[in-house]
Each structure stands twice: as C-alpha cells, then as structure tokens.
C-alpha cells in the first residue's frame, strides 16, 4: 500500500510554538467530540506536564499533520528501564491514539501500524494494550485484530441528587461496626512523614483490583514515585484529599483519594478506593466513601459531580457507587494485541 501519510515524532521538550498551536487545536477538536460538557484543561497546564521529565515512564508521541493542521495523535508509553516493578511491566506498550473525525476512513489510523511495531521491536514490548470509549475505535481494533480484554467505565454521580442522610449514615454505621478503627484525612497534601508506611499498603491494595483478562504487571508506587506524582499535582495546581482507615495495629485497612483541580470547578475526581482483603465486610468502603464525599462536598460548594472510572467487573465498588448515586458515564474497553500478532496482521494487508 503506498502510504501518503507521514509520521513525525514529537519531542515535547524541545518542540516550538507551531506544534503547540496544532496541538492544542486538535486537542479541543477531541474534547468537544469526547466530553463536550466538561471545562478544558488549560494549554500551560497541558504542555508543562508533557515537558515535564518522566523519571519513571518513556513516551513516544507522534503526529501526523497537513501544513499547519493535526490530522491525528499518536502517544505511547511504557515503564522506563530501572523503575520498581519493571521486570513484571516492561512488555507492555500502552497506547492512545486518534483521527481528526473529518479524516477518518482513509488509511490514516493502520499508518500507525509499522510505527508501533518498530517501537515495539526497539523496545522489546511484546504485548500493546489500547483503550477506547468511541465505536470508530471499537470497530479499527476488532478490524487490527486486538482482543478486547477488560471492560470498565467513567461513572458520574451528580451531588444534587445525593441522599445526604444516607451518607451519614454509612459513617455511623462504619464507626459502630468498628468502634476500634481510626479515620485519618489529609488535605492538600499526604505528609512525607508517612509515605513509607503508605506506599506497600497501596500498593498492595491496588494490586487487588480486577483486571479481568487483561495482561498487566504488578503495580509499586514506592515514595520517590509518590513525591513525582505529587509534585506534577503540585504543577497542575490540583489539590489531594485522602481518607485512611487504621487498625489499631497500625495497618492501614482501608483509602479512598480524590482530586481537585480549580481549572474544572465542577468536577471532582474520585481516584482508588481500597480496603484491604482481611477487613472486607465491616462497611469501612461505605464508611469511606461517605465521609470523603461528605467532606468533598463541603470544601467545594462548586462542584456538580464526581467522576471515577471503574472495571465493569469490580461489583463490590461498584454497588457501593450506584447505592451513592453514580450512574455510568462512557463505557470502554482496553484491547490488546500480541506483538507477532501484530506483525502478522502488518504481512496480510
Ligand atoms: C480508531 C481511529 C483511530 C481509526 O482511524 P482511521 O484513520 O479512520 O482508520 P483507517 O482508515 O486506517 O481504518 C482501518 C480499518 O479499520 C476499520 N474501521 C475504522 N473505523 C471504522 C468505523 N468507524 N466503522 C467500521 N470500521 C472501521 C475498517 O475496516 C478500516 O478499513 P476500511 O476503511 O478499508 O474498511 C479513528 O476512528 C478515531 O480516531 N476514533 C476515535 C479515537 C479512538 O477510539 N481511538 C482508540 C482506538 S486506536
């Protein structure tokens, strides 16, 4: 097949102000295609963080464009050689990509094809994991022949609609069932004196999240990568608020965080909750999850919904956020696809 679409890599750290111009046009193109509702996140917000230096992640972002216009987006990343959890992460190539909707259907999105295999070889990714919420996506990856190996949602909870009461409630009923449990918050930011405590045991109650069939490593958020996580939130402006629940012995049984962030009033979003395996069934999720959208709500009177993202599978999670009121948003899923399977689709075209 000629091929009259060309690929360029974009380095973000040294790209000029044409680029930016592009970018952020096609970037506002997607948004009112996407989430037409939702305030935008400013360009200085959007550019500093992808000129930030990522200690922990690589990025390989492309474009491809027509004089002055973006016709369509390439961005891939993986785990960076040395980073804690690489060894059970470094075959996995995750990518995000898209089509100006004025240029779809005409060969653009299978030019990515060769490119994310030669990443792929490069870097010896052997499995490339894509996610999408669009039926245009859905259709370009059953067509590549990706399988779709996870399913999940953005799921909304409008606060006017909330049953305050009810909320108050599953506080109550958490600190009855466990007189003993401690509730700790923090605003703004968790204190450096307690990373090393927090890290293992959130990352070891990420790791119990479902992932369904889909090929993943194991999750490490160790304190150096906690503190880069905090600092690109410190960038953004965005402020944190987490709630611990502790066993008197100390250990943390169970988190829920949210995120703040002035450029989107509106919206608040609900990052992990977790409670861990041993301490499931006493309530402290809905006790959790009460008291942080209760204090959530009482910090930002401007704030019209919550926002999470959930596996479609995760029914404990979920049938604590549709008794709250969460209703889902946009489905997706994330397909993947074996590098020889990929290779193999590239030999049939
Ligand atoms: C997915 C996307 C990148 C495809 O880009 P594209 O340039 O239109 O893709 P191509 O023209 O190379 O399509 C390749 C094949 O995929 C299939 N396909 C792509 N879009 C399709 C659609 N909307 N309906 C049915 N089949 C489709 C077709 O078989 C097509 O070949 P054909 O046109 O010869 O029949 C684009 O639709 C898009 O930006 N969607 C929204 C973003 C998204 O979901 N991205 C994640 C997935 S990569």
């Known amino acids: 097949m ?107 999105g299978r030019t990515w094809i060769p490119l994310l295999l030669e990443v792929m070889e490069r870097h010896s990714h052997t499995t490339l994991s894509v996610g999408t919420e669009e039926k245009s996506g859905h259709s370009f990856l059953k067509w590549l022949g990706a399988e779709s190996k996870f399913t999940g949602a953005e799921n909304r909870l409008k606060l006017a609609d909330v049953d305050w009461a009810m909320l108050e409630s599953w506080i109550a009923e958490g600190r009855k069932r466990s007189p003993d449990t401690r509730m700790e918050v923090y605003d703004g930011r968790l204190p450096e004196s307690m990373w090393d405590d927090y890290c293992p045991q959130f990352s070891s109650m990420l790791n119990t999240m479902p992932f369904e069939d889909l090929d993943h490593g194991e999750i490490v958020v160790t304190p150096p990568m906690l503190a880069e996580w905090l600092a690109r939130m410190d960038f953004g402006n965005r ?61 930002y009177p401007n704030a019209w919904w919550f926002v999470t993202d959930n596996a479609g599978s995760n029914a404990p999670m979920l049938a604590i956020n549709r008794a709250m009121g969460f209703r889902t948003y946009r489905e997706g899923s994330e397909y993947q696809i074996t590098r020889d399977a990929l290779a193999a689709r590239l030999q049939l075209r």
Do not use: C
């Open 2 to 108: 000629t091929n009259r679409w060309l690929p360029v890599e974009v380095d973000t750290k040294s790209a000029g102000p044409d680029f930016w111009v592009r970018y952020h046009a096609y970037r506002r193109l997607r948004h009112a295609e996407t989430r037409p509702d939702d305030p935008i996140t400013p360009d200085d917000v959007v550019e500093g963080e992808m000129k930030r230096e990522d200690p922990y992640e690589l990025h390989f972002r492309y474009e491809i464009s027509d004089g002055n216009q973006m016709l369509s987006w390439l961005t891939a990343g993986a785990i960076r050689p040395g980073t804690p959890g690489y060894d059970t992460n470094k075959h996995l190539l995750w990518v995000e990509g898209s089509v100006h909707r004025h240029h779809r259907r005409q060969g653009i």
């Open 239 to 299: 402020v944190g608020h987490w709630m611990l629940t502790r066993e008197p012995d100390g250990i943390i049984s169970g988190i829920t965080d949210m995120v703040y962030a002035p450029y989107t009033p509106t919206i608040v979003h609900q990052g992990f909750t977790g409670v861990r395996p041993d301490a499931r069934g006493r309530g402290l999720g809905k006790w959790l999850k009460g008291a942080m959208a209760l204090h959530v709500r009482d910090l």
